[in-house]
């Protein structure tokens, strides 16, 4: 599974980091990365479901619609979870249970400023 995951820049391995960091940066950007069309079909998905015009809002109110899905629709976050952790090996996961709650934020904020980024796809 690792072999299609996009190969991201050393610079984000270099140097002193925290292991939390380097799994961060070695293993869950390159699975948001691979999913990314997934993410934002399921993101626009979301906003359908809620009877949200997205494409018709402006600017400000997609970025408060985004951080506020991300803040507060719990389901839809330990959704946006699953998608990735759906997609670790064996030996990724447990690492990933090590510090389960500290990757759990690390997910949500990783997607969360790639829709951000991201705000003329999911028009």
Known sequence: ????????????????LKKEELFQNMILRPVIKMQHDVLILRVK????????????????KRVSA??????????FKKEIQGM??????????????????SMNKRIIQIVRNRMLDSLLELS
């Not at 599974?1 to 002193?16: Q, Y």
């Not at 906003?47 to 018709?56: C, D, I, P, R, Y």
């Not at 990735?84 to 709650?101: A, D, H, M, V, W």
């Open 1 to 16: 599974m690792e072999k299609v995951r996009p190969v991201l820049p050393d610079s984000l391995i270099a140097g002193k």
């Open 45 to 60: 998905s979301y906003f359908l479901s809620k009877k949200v015009v997205f494409h018709l809002m402006d600017k400000q």
């Open 84 to 101: 990735i952790l759906g997609q670790l090996t064996k030996e990724e996961f447990l690492t990933y249970l090590k510090s389960e709650r």
């Open 66 to 75: 985004i951080e506020s899905a991300f803040q507060n629709d719990n389901p």
